[in-house]
Structures are given as C-alpha cells and as structure tokens.
C-alpha cells in the first residue's frame, strides 16, 4: 500500500556531505515517515535519527552535531543531512515509515521500510 523510495547515497571523501532523500507514496489514511537507520557489514541495523510529526528529533550519539534530520510534511519527504562525513559512518542507510489504514471496520498501523541506499566514505 505504502511505499518508501530512497535516494541521494554514494561514494564521499572523509569530510564531505551527503543528503539523503526518503519519499513516501502510495494510499493510506495517514503515512508518518519518521526515521533513518543504517546497516554497515556485518553488524546490526542502528537508529540514525528520528523525527516526530512535529518536528522534535532525536540523534545517535556517533552522529550528534554532524547529521540533521528535516520532514517536508506536504511531500511526505525526510531528509538526512550528514556532514563530516566519517569512513564508519558507511552503510546501507534505510528510511523507516509507519501507516494506517481503515480495512474490516478497524484501523490498522503497519510498517514499512526502504529499499536503502549505500552511502561510502573512503579516501
């Protein structure tokens, strides 16, 4: 129902900039995407940032001060801004979204992510 579309990864020296675009489309009686995470090999999913409806963020203490998180509520758009980018800052970067629909007389909220989008820093 609800799809997430991600682009703006690639390959960066360390020290360069990146900004990540998260589109949300599709049908739904309310679509709120509402964070970033990323995956480096071999290790787990980690939360980047998260924003909420309105607006109020939360960072990952490795990013605090270099990464900003932004939402276009009438594009059904988030943004991630990195800035000084780090070689462990490489990753599959994932947008996360959570939607609801009215289906059998009942609401129903279901998840949904990204495809993701690869995001390199090396020299």
């Known amino acids: 129902q609800v799809q997430l579309v991600e682009s703006g990864g690639g390959s960066v020296q360390p020290g360069g900039s990146l900004r990540l675009s998260c589109v949300a489309s599709?049908?739904?009686?309310?679509?709120?995407?509402r964070a970033w995470y990323r995956q480096a090999p071999g290790k787990e999913r980690e939360l980047v940032a998260g924003?909420?409806?309105?607006?109020?963020?939360n960072y990952a203490d490795s990013v605090k001060g270099r990464f900003t998180i932004s939402r276009d509520n009438a594009k059904n758009t988030v943004y991630l801004q990195m800035n000084s980018l780090k070689p462990e800052d490489t990753a599959v970067y994932y947008c996360?979204?959570?939607?609801?629909?009215?289906?059998?007389?009942?609401?129903?909220?279901?998840?949904?992510w990204g495809q993701g989008t690869l995001v390199t820093v090396s020299s």
């Open positions: 599709g049908s739904a009686l309310s679509i709120n995407v």
């Open positions: 924003i909420s409806r309105g607006g109020s963020t």
């Open positions: 996360n979204a959570d939607y609801t629909l009215w289906e059998y007389g009942i609401y129903r909220n279901f998840d949904v």
